[in-house]
């Protein structure tokens, strides 16, 4: 899991487990990361019920650390997955405000931007995200393609 998983390591950031009242849901935070790092954003019946409270208690845990970038890029991929491009390029924006330096927050905010067709805006972020890490696996390249688009695609 990547949010929780890095947290206690980060500039004297405390243990998540001060947010995480119980093992139980220590346990029920770490399966909804990893379902949805898996792309089950979604399941039928008592799963189903399951899922969204461990994906409500994962969306807290994250908010729970408001100024650590790594979890507002976090919190910004799970709304890039849930289709909520909005609100990931909001919390993109929150952790390069916190921390430019982030290849990570400036690629992510590309794809949302690129979901929304906001292709002159998604080409910014990627050629940001690769000025900041030129090895950036298939980044050229999906400049390459944005830019090779018809110009009435792009906005």
Do not use: C, F
């Not at 899991?1 to 405390?14: S, W």
């Not at 991929?77 to 849930?82: D, M, Q, T």
């Amino acid at each position: 899991m990547q949010a929780l998983g890095r947290i206690g390591d980060r500039r004297g950031v405390g243990p998540v487990s001060v947010l995480l009242a119980s093992s139980a849901r220590t346990i029920r935070v770490t399966a909804a990361a990893a379902l949805i790092n898996m792309g089950a954003i979604h399941m039928e019946g008592d799963a189903g019920a399951q899922l969204e409270a461990a994906k409500a208690e994962y969306v807290a845990a994250l908010r729970g650390w408001p100024n650590v970038p790594d979890l507002r890029v976090d919190l910004g991929s799970y709304h890039l997955v849930h289709g909520e491009y909005d609100q990931a390029i909001a919390e993109y924006t929150i952790a390069l405000q916190i921390d430019a330096a982030r290849p990570d927050a400036w690629y992510y905010m590309g794809r949302a931007y690129a979901m929304q067709k906001r292709v002159a805006e998604a080409v910014r972020a990627w050629k940001k995200a690769l000025e900041l890490k030129p090895d950036l696996p298939g980044v050229a390249d999906l400049i390459a393609a944005a830019e090779a688009l018809p110009k009435e695609t792009k906005r």
